[in-house]
């Protein structure tokens, strides 16, 4: 992955406002939507399973967490792909955040 992480930071710095995953400070959770940020509604569902108490963990653990900002990979081929079309090839790849989006 040397190589994948070496081509991640090369495109980030020609892409401005592009991070990649290592670079990130404490991870990415911050980029993704937190238990706190989903609407009264839709939280009102995870406690309607019978476990009230246990709303927010059964979120955390089985809800579907969407990121705030664009993100996709810098492939082993040096190009960028979505997330679609990065699952369907056989390349490694280092996942890249557009940071300045927050």
Request: charged share 25%; glycine share 10%; proline share 3%.
């Amino acid at each position: 992955m040397d190589k994948e992480a070496e081509l991640a930071s090369k495109w980030c710095n020609a892409n401005k406002g592009w991070q990649p995953i290592f670079d990130i400070g404490n991870g990415a959770d911050h980029l993704y939507v937190q238990w706190e940020e989903l609407p009264a509604k839709e939280r009102r569902k995870w406690g309607n399973n019978g476990f009230r108490s246990a709303a927010k963990e059964c979120w955390e653990e089985f809800g579907t967490k969407n990121c705030k900002v664009p993100y996709g990979f810098i492939a082993s081929d040096g190009n960028f792909y979505t997330m679609q079309e990065f699952s369907g090839l056989s390349l490694n790849g280092v996942m890249v955040f557009k940071t300045d989006a927050i």
